[in-house]
């Protein structure tokens, strides 16, 4: 099991803590275009978090791009965590991926 996410985010530690999995930090270990695509494949447009800070603060232009450019540009856009088990993805820390899960 892998957690895609960031260090400094609470709902990727409360998951890294409920699970015992690792996490791989996007920002210092930058995903690479192929994983991008494939969490854009899996999720659409539900991958870009559009209520953080890190998308009120992109322009018109930035906001226009495409999923995969724009988490390549901009990591932190990318809403978390991403859950990996054996090639399975989820996305997010809620009730049901708790219990899809197991946790």
Avoid at 78 to 97: H, N
């Amino acid at each position: 099991m892998v957690i895609y996410g960031l260090k400094a985010c609470d709902t990727c530690r409360k998951a890294v803590k409920a699970t015992g999995a690792d996490l791989r930090d996007i920002r210092a270990d930058p995903l690479s275009l192929a994983e991008i695509q494939r969490f854009v494949a899996a999720f659409g447009a539900e991958i870009v978090n559009r209520r953080s800070t890190t998308w009120r603060g992109l322009s018109e232009a930035e906001r226009a791009m495409n999923e995969a450019a724009l988490i390549a540009a901009h990591p932190a856009v990318m809403k978390r965590p991403v859950i990996e088990v054996e090639g399975a993805l989820y996305l997010g820390w809620t009730a049901d991926v708790r219990a899809a899960l197991g946790v």
